[in-house]
Structures are given as structure tokens and as C-alpha cells.
């Protein structure tokens, strides 16, 4: 069985005093960004799903159709 590792807090790096850089563990930063991707997605979904839906007849479609594109 394989054992949970405790996580880091992270650590902040100062510059003047002041914060500057954050370092994490790899696989937290990696948690972050699919939480971000996902994030993204879900706008992209909300804002498309507020626009009318529009539909065009099938022989248009094959026209432009290129199936190795």
C-alpha cells in the first residue's frame, strides 16, 4: 500500500521584505492548474450555452466538411 505524503506548506520567497515567488510541490501545482483548466472550461461552457443555438442544412455542412482536418 502505498502512503499518503504530508504536504508541503508552501513557501514564500521575499524580495525587500516583500513577497516575490511562491514555491510548491510539484503535484499540488499540478492540482492547481487542472482546477484552473477546469475553471476555464466551465466559462467556456457557460458563455456558450448563452448564445442561440443555430443549425444549418446537412448538404452545407459536407460542402466544408474536410475529415483529416
Same mark, same amino acid.
Request: net charge positive; hydrophobic share 35%.
Given at each position: 500500500?502505498?502512503?499518503?505524503?504530508?504536504?508541503?506548506?508552501?513557501?514564500?520567497?521575499?524580495?525587500?521584505?516583500?513577497?516575490?515567488?511562491?514555491?510548491?510541490?510539484?503535484? +499540488?501545482?499540478?492540482?492547481? @492548474?487542472?482546477? @484552473? +483548466?477546469?475553471?476555464?472550461?466551465?466559462?467556456?461552457? +457557460?458563455?456558450?450555452?448563452?448564445?442561440?443555438?443555430?443549425?444549418?442544412?446537412?448538404?452545407?455542412? @459536407?460542402?466544408?466538411?474536410?475529415?483529416?482536418?
Amino acid at each position: 500500500m502505498r502512503r499518503k505524503r504530508k504536504k508541503k506548506p508552501p513557501e514564500v520567497v521575499l524580495r525587500g521584505g516583500k513577497p516575490a515567488a511562491v514555491i510548491l510541490d510539484i503535484d +499540488e501545482y499540478r492540482e492547481m @492548474l487542472e482546477r @484552473l +483548466e477546469d475553471m476555464e472550461d466551465l466559462k467556456m461552457l +457557460e458563455d456558450m450555452r448563452k448564445k442561440p443555438l443555430k443549425f444549418r442544412p446537412l448538404d452545407d455542412f @459536407l460542402k466544408e466538411y474536410s475529415p483529416g482536418v
